[in-house]
């Protein structure tokens, strides 16, 4: 930490009559995890100070999902000053940072550690000379239910989630039921009282807007029951995948302040939409834009197009780390707004890269990539675009003509010619396990990292789902 970040965090921790210190860490699968400390162990020895923020602080990494074995469990946490927030979602005063992990021994950066792979992305991109940044634009789209249970055991299992707006309430005695409840696939835009979230919303941006987070516009999203989307201003990769768990933080507590629970699943309702995560993308090389031409179809460059055929070649291993979940393909359907052909198009928001054209300004050009959802790690998720988008580059991948028509009205013929994403998990992890040689480059990615990933979600998600009856084949085969 330099003289300068020491001065910065001690003014916050003065000004906000700061009591505890929050240290914030992210696991392989994407949750933040944290411990805390009174203020004192970093104001009153100055020692300790130094171990703090110089030497780290240790933790258990065997009881972290994806990290160690328990003869090897010792971790350490480095305190990233430039990240010190006030938590906005405690009571007692409390400096929130984010924390580097480092190994112990060799006081080297821990290769599991997902925000040390974001900066490896970044680091890479440099060393191609192609651009010098890459920009990210995430527009996480979130429920927030009133209500939700769910429990599974030998003999039974059942989930329930109920919304004050869901379009299922309409009729419910609510004494009174004061109706206005967004039909299903109707949610998109209407004002209050259609809109019930508003304020709701609105709170979570100005928390947002307090610890840094630049927001450009919040809404409704289309499904019942308080779908909604908060959209932030695009960062670079590592800062954006820092303000993703941030945002992802606000939301479920702000939520949780006001008697809601707000989820980034994505299908948690049957018949309705699901929550993605589509993602801008552009690269920047001295402060031009190198995914914009004037003369390109939909003003996007050359380099644009490779970068989209990367994306293209390598979606279906991209979706075990950007839709990584059992869930995730349960929204990646036809006929819900999900992406699953794999092509290209200006405007079309039926293609796997749609290219918005609001405006010709050669600053906004940007490519979308649509099937990523928010139940994916943004350290790991963007870095794994960022890599693809780059061998595309490097390699001269075209990705062929666009498509410039619904990809969910092709002929069977039209539709026969275009791949898709996979149907399943499980497709998509076998998909990464033949195609990750572009994630390896540069030791971006490292072998150990996708073998633990592969094994992690083959036995702790694929398996377990595979193994329990499901409540609908109860209905489809009871009486067989």
Same mark, same amino acid.
């Given at each position: 930490?330099?003289?300068?970040?020491?001065?910065?965090?001690?003014?916050?921790?003065?000004?906000?009559?700061?009591?505890?210190?929050?240290?914030?860490?992210?696991?392989? @699968?994407?949750?933040?995890?944290?411990?805390?400390?009174?203020?004192?162990?970093?104001?009153?020895?100055? $020692?300790?100070?130094?171990?703090?923020?110089?030497?780290?602080? !240790?933790?258990? !990494?065997?009881?972290?999902? !994806?990290?160690?074995?328990?003869?090897?469990?010792?971790?350490?946490?480095?305190?990233?000053?430039?990240?010190?927030?006030?938590?906005?979602?405690?009571?007692?005063?409390?400096?929130?940072?984010?924390?580097?992990?480092?190994?112990?021994?060799?006081?080297?950066?821990?290769?599991?550690?997902?925000?040390?792979?974001?900066?490896?992305?970044?680091?890479?991109?440099?060393?191609?000379? +192609?651009?010098?940044?890459?920009?990210?634009?995430?527009?996480?789209?979130?429920?927030?239910?009133?209500?939700?249970?769910?429990?599974?055991?030998?003999?039974?299992?059942?989930?329930?989630?109920?919304?004050?707006?869901? %379009?299922?309430?309409? %009729?419910? $005695?609510?004494? @009174?039921?004061?109706? *206005?409840?967004?039909?299903?696939?109707?949610?998109?835009?209407?004002?209050?009282?259609?809109?019930?979230?508003? $304020?709701?919303?609105?709170?979570?941006?100005?928390?947002?807007?307090?610890?840094? +987070? @630049? +927001?450009?516009? /919040?809404?409704?999203?289309?499904?019942?029951?308080?779908?909604?989307?908060? $959209?932030?201003?695009?960062?670079?990769?590592?800062?954006? &995948?820092?303000?993703?768990?941030?945002?992802?933080?606000?939301?479920?507590?702000? &939520?949780?302040?006001?008697?809601?629970?707000?989820?980034?699943?994505?299908?948690?309702?049957?018949?309705?939409?699901?929550?993605?995560?589509?993602?801008?993308?552009?690269?920047?090389?001295?402060?031009?834009?190198?995914?914009?031409?004037?003369?390109?179809?939909?003003?996007?460059?050359?380099? &644009?197009?490779?970068?989209?055929?990367?994306?293209?070649?390598?979606?279906?291993?991209?979706?075990?780390?950007?839709?990584?979940?059992?869930?995730?393909?349960?929204?990646?359907?036809?006929?819900?707004? &999900?992406?699953?052909?794999?092509?290209?198009?200006?405007?079309?928001?039926?293609?796997?890269?749609?290219?918005?054209?609001?405006?010709?300004?050669?600053?906004?050009?940007?490519?979308?990539?649509?099937? @990523?959802?928010?139940?994916?790690?943004?350290?790991?998720?963007?870095?794994?675009?960022?890599?693809?988008?780059?061998?595309?580059?490097?390699?001269?991948?075209?990705? !062929?003509?666009?498509?410039?028509?619904?990809?969910?009205?092709?002929?069977?013929?039209?539709?026969?010619?275009?791949?898709?994403?996979?149907?399943?998990?499980?497709?998509?992890?076998?998909?990464?396990?033949?195609?990750?040689?572009?994630?390896?480059?540069?030791?971006?990615?490292?072998?150990?990292?996708?073998?633990?990933?592969?094994?992690?979600?083959?036995? /702790?998600?694929?398996?377990?789902?595979?193994?329990?009856? /499901?409540?609908?084949?109860?209905?489809? *085969?009871?009486?067989?």
């Amino acid at each position: 930490m330099t003289p300068q970040e020491a001065q910065q965090v001690f003014e916050l921790i003065k000004a906000k009559h700061v009591q505890i210190i929050d240290l914030k860490f992210n696991d392989l @699968p994407g949750l933040w995890q944290h411990f805390s400390m009174p203020v004192t162990e970093l104001t009153e020895m100055d $020692d300790l100070t130094k171990s703090i923020w110089e030497e780290g602080v !240790g933790f258990d !990494g065997s009881s972290i999902r !994806g990290f160690q074995k328990i003869q090897e469990s010792d971790m350490i946490l480095l305190p990233d000053p430039s990240t010190a927030r006030l938590d906005p979602a405690c009571q007692v005063p409390t400096l929130s940072v984010i924390c580097d992990i480092y190994e112990p021994l060799t006081k080297q950066p821990y290769s599991r550690d997902p925000r040390y792979i974001a900066k490896k992305a970044e680091q890479y991109l440099r060393s191609t000379g +192609i651009a010098e940044t890459s920009f990210w634009g995430p527009e996480l789209e979130f429920f927030v239910f009133d209500d939700v249970r769910f429990d599974q055991a030998e003999q039974y299992g059942f989930y329930y989630v109920d919304s004050v707006e869901g %379009g299922w309430n309409s %009729g419910r $005695d609510e004494k @009174p039921n004061l109706g *206005y409840k967004p039909r299903f696939k109707e949610g998109y835009f209407p004002v209050p009282p259609h809109d019930s979230m508003q $304020d709701l919303r609105s709170e979570m941006i100005l928390t947002m807007i307090n610890v840094g +987070i @630049p +927001i450009e516009v /919040h809404h409704h999203e289309v499904a019942t029951a308080g779908q909604g989307e908060i $959209d932030m201003k695009f960062d670079s990769l590592s800062s954006m &995948a820092d303000k993703v768990m941030w945002y992802k933080y606000i939301v479920k507590n702000i &939520a949780r302040k006001h008697g809601k629970v707000a989820t980034f699943m994505p299908k948690p309702l049957f018949g309705d939409n699901g929550s993605g995560m589509h993602t801008h993308i552009s690269l920047w090389k001295n402060s031009t834009n190198v995914f914009y031409d004037p003369e390109g179809y939909a003003l996007i460059s050359e380099t &644009a197009r490779y970068f989209i055929g990367g994306l293209l070649k390598h979606s279906a291993a991209l979706m075990a780390l950007c839709a990584p979940t059992t869930n995730s393909y349960k929204r990646l359907v036809p006929g819900y707004e &999900a992406p699953v052909n794999l092509v290209y198009s200006a405007r079309n928001r039926s293609a796997c890269v749609r290219i918005p054209v609001y405006t010709p300004n050669p600053q906004t050009k940007r490519l979308e990539y649509r099937p @990523p959802d928010a139940s994916c790690n943004p350290y790991l998720a963007f870095p794994a675009m960022l890599m693809a988008g780059l061998d595309g580059i490097e390699n001269q991948i075209d990705p !062929g003509p666009p498509l410039d028509k619904s990809s969910y009205e092709l002929t069977p013929e039209e539709e026969a010619a275009i791949t898709t994403t996979p149907g399943s998990l499980e497709e998509a992890l076998c998909a990464l396990e033949e195609d990750h040689e572009f994630l390896l480059k540069d030791g971006v990615f490292t072998s150990d990292v996708l073998e633990v990933w592969l094994e992690y979600k083959r036995q /702790h998600e694929l398996d377990p789902v595979r193994l329990r009856p /499901h409540p609908w084949e109860f209905y489809l *085969y009871f009486d067989v």
